[in-house]
């Protein structure tokens, strides 16, 4: 069974300060990966996906993530962090051989302080 | 708003009763997933649609969990007898699910249900 793994339970950053979240999954096969964001009061929102190509790659909001095979690893980044960035980010995974359920992580909690 | 709707947005309930959740995806989206999710965990998967064929039941979807799309469109998922344990987030998402190689999911805002 697939299973998605996020370090950092909760991570507080000061505005401007890099952000760098983990997310590592198990599974063998070719997989989908998505981070999603959840703001304060609002739903879970896209915020960047790789499906091939480009191990690199850039969301919305100035987030990249970085998909590493041999690690099984996409870490999400952001060079500089805003205040408004505060929420609860999920890294999630899909196996590439059909559109099946996705498979969350329990979740990164980022607290901006200015 | 051209999003996933859930309605109600919240629902408190008394142990035992039996409580209806309904999800309008983004219109002509054929696919339609059922997520519960609790406190300090991700969403878990429970069940999805494609039109209004049921494909795939979790595990966690015990018997007083049913769903339905009768016609393809929104969808209800209704629990019976609800149980303290049940108390959670109950998200909708969407996605196009017409046959091509990827999907992307679209949330719904979820209904809380609160189980007393």
């Known amino acids: 069974a697939q299973s998605v793994s996020q370090h950092n339970h909760h991570v507080i950053l000061s505005e401007a300060a890099s952000l760098e979240l983990g997310c590592n999954y198990s599974y063998g096969g070719t997989v989908n990966l998505f981070w999603y964001v959840q703001y304060p009061g609002q739903h879970l929102q896209l915020l960047l996906k790789?499906?091939?190509?480009?191990?690199l790659v850039k969301g919305i909001k100035g987030f990249e993530a970085e998909f590493i095979k041999s690690k099984f690893s996409f870490n999400l980044r952001k060079p500089s962090v805003q205040w408004s960035d505060t929420a609860e980010y999920f890294c999630a995974v899909m196996q590439s051989s059909g559109n099946t359920p996705l498979v969350f992580g329990k979740g990164t909690r980022l607290s901006v302080i200015a | 708003d051209t999003g996933v709707s859930q309605d109600p947005r919240h629902k408190i309930t008394k142990r035992g009763q039996n409580v209806t959740f309904r999800c309008d995806p983004i219109?002509?989206?054929?696919?339609l997933y059922w997520y519960r999710q609790t406190l300090g965990q991700g969403p878990e998967f429970l069940t999805y649609?494609?039109?209004?064929?049921?494909?795939?039941k979790s595990r966690l979807l015990s018997d007083r969990f049913s769903a339905e799309r009768p016609k393809g469109s929104f969808s209800t998922l209704e629990i019976q007898r609800t149980e303290q344990g049940d108390s959670a987030m109950y998200l909708c998402a969407s996605s196009l699910g017409d046959g091509r190689a990827i999907d992307t999911q679209y949330f719904g805002p979820g209904t809380r249900l609160t189980v007393l």
């Open positions: 790789y499906f091939s190509g480009d191990p």
């Open positions: 219109s002509e989206h054929n696919r």
């Open positions: 649609f494609q039109n209004e064929a049921q494909l795939e």
